[in-house]
């Protein structure tokens, strides 16, 4: 009995509740799409409460109240801890309004919206296990899910072929558990015997599965046949269509400068010879920095300017970089002992598989601590521009640096002497001849009221930064000669706004024509801190909006970022930010702070106001997959509404005979029956046919024996027939049909 009851058990979690966990499964594939909007801890918070979720479900078959106490309690159990939840205290009476409101507020706000997505995504679940507990059910989810993810994938610049994938196995497995569900219940006797060798069962359905699996993960791809509509459509706008970036490599999107090419994606790239143009930002995270500091992620650095984009200097000086060891790594020049310098420790851990030119890191590089790549012994240092490269670019999985960032001594820069002479500077001064002279004019006009070096390059810091606006969209139109105009020149005097490349390339430019060294550096802005973020959504507290301090940053691929350092004897390279909305952390001398403003974050990157953003994006993909869970529904309840079913036919049967609609039931009840198996042979008759299933399925007998009484009365009855043996034909027909 024991054995017996065991064995009970296993078949009623298998075929009752197994298709609950698939629903599970196929919810944690369509989150997926968020990837780039929900934070780390939001994906921890609803994880654990799908996990949850799927052990309750498996555990109990009815109890339905229950499950979703446990669920929802799992869900506030996983925000407690996860988002350091504070407790505010009871209201100081319950009889204030006030004082109940202050209560709920304090803490609602502190589980949004992680209390609000977690309900979603276990209403999700549910509605998916309730549709999806008859065949038409499971198969309208499946095929929602696959269409929904594919339209993603094919609108937005997300990767989403394996989730795919795993929605198909998932939704196979879901078919074969409602088709042996449909055995035990229309045939026990096969279902019983079959029970007994569960292997046989198993065994081809995990074979087929797999294959499929399989076959897709690792069939070539092959080159597009049709594309979608909407890439038709975009292509014969004109449009550039996003695609994931980086695949292979982290190559941006280098931006071509003419608009019709369309936009492209925001990343790094090592090619430079060519910016502007316009791109759209791409959320997808490149690398976490668990650093002492924050700072902005330096890769490297260009000199020599063409009108149109940046060069290398040629033939640098590379030397091999230890990796480990006491050996530190020195910058050419070096800086004075009088210069005060932060020792900053950073550790990385790259986010994606894609190959790097160069290791990111704060300020000026001293050592190499650890790193885990394919390829350490080819990691080299340019001393010259402070770069750490490989000679042929390699893929990384971690790597600790130690970098001394100098200390923002203002009074000391503006008393910093003029560059000696035993360094040759010409590199960082130089500019095409091609320059038209009123970008130099503005520069000396803009710097004219400074007296020493570091108040000019602040000077043209702050013209640039307050002047122009941040758009990821400029508008090349209003270039009066695009094909031979000078990057700069236009940028200040016809197109007039820009992001990044427009800002730093205009600040080197006009620093060098009064006589500043500069350079062009490009890598990564900050990121952004999540815990910190929240301690000041929650908290209000504007030391933890600090841009200085440590903590753990997401950096994404639309953090790539460009701008400028200009060098001051003794003090060596200094970083400068011309670039509006950003804002360069650097370390202080002791006892000075920061006083944040709102027009800086150095965690967030600024959005061109004139074009839809990728939330209002997502704010149509939500409503998209709300709707189509609203029609979802609304069609299981059509379909399963004996209303619905008895409108239809009498909508579809206007004008039809009872005779004439008798004949179409039967045709459709001898298709059904085919379908199942049992064959009608040409030279019987329907009623022989019936006969000879009535005693072939002697539990049916009376049915069929019904049936073909009702049949033959109202076809071959007086006139038309009679509509209530048409009604008694039908039933019949309904109970064979349940009766298989």
Known sequence: MKLLGNARFWRSLFL?????????????????????????????????????????ELLFTRLLGLRLLVQIAALIGFTIWKMEVTWGGWPLSWRSWTEIERFVTFHSDQFHPFFELGIGTLALVHVFSWVGSRRAGAVLVIVMSIGLMAAIDSFYPLELWHNIAWIVVAGLAWLVVIHLRQLQERHPESWESLAQRPLDIAFPAVLVITLVLLSGIFMPRAPVVLQDPYTMWSESQGKAVTALPGEGGIQKINIESSSKKGSSLSGYSRDDRKIGGSFQFDYSPVM????????????????????????DTKQPTLVPLPVGGDAKMKTVPERSPEAKTKEVVQTVKMERKDKLPVLFGAGSISAVSELKSDNNAGLRWNAVEGEARWN????????????????????????????????????????????????????????ADATNSYDKAKKLEEFLKTTFPYTNTPDLTKMTNRANSDFVDAFLFEIQEGY?????????????????????????STGNDVQASERARFMDRLEDRDPTRS????VRNADAHSWAEVYFEGYGWIPFEPTSGFSVPQPLPEG?????????????????????????NWFVVGAAIGVSLVLAIAAVFLYRSRRAHQLWERIRTRGHSPSQRAAREMEKLLSFLQRKGLRREQHETIRETFNRWGDRFGSLRAEFDGAIVSFEKVRYGQESGDSVQLNEFTAAAEKIRKGF
């Open 16 to 56: 009752e509740r197994l298709h609950r966990l698939l629903a599970v499964a196929i919810v944690v594939q369509l989150i997926q799409c968020f990837s780039d909007t929900w934070w780390e801890e939001t994906y921890a918070i609803i994880y654990g409460m799908l996990g949850v979720t799927a052990i309750t």
């Open 288 to 311: 976490t920095v668990t650093t002492t500091q924050a700072s902005y992620w330096r890769g490297e650095t260009k000199a020599i300017y063409n009108g149109k984009g940046w060069a």
């Open 592 to 616: 000075e702070t920061i006083t944040p403003d709102p027009s800086t974050d150095t965690e967030t990157t600024p959005v061109d106001t004139k074009v839809a953003t990728n939330d209002n």
């Open 500 to 524: 990044c490349d427009y800002f730093s390339t205009s600040f080197v430019v006009m620093a060098r024509s009064i006589g500043l060294p500069t350079r062009w550096v490009k890598g990564y």
């Open 392 to 447: 042929k670019s390699a893929r990384v999985e971690s790597y600790t640096l130690v970098s001394e960032v100098t200390v923002l001594d203002e009074q000391g820069l503006r008393q910093a002497p003029a560059p000696s002479s035993e360094y040759d500077f010409s590199p960082y001064l130089q500019l095409p001849e091609t320059l038209p002279q009123r970008v130099r004019d503005l520069a000396a006009e803009k710097t």
């Open 551 to 554: 903590g753990t940053y997401t």
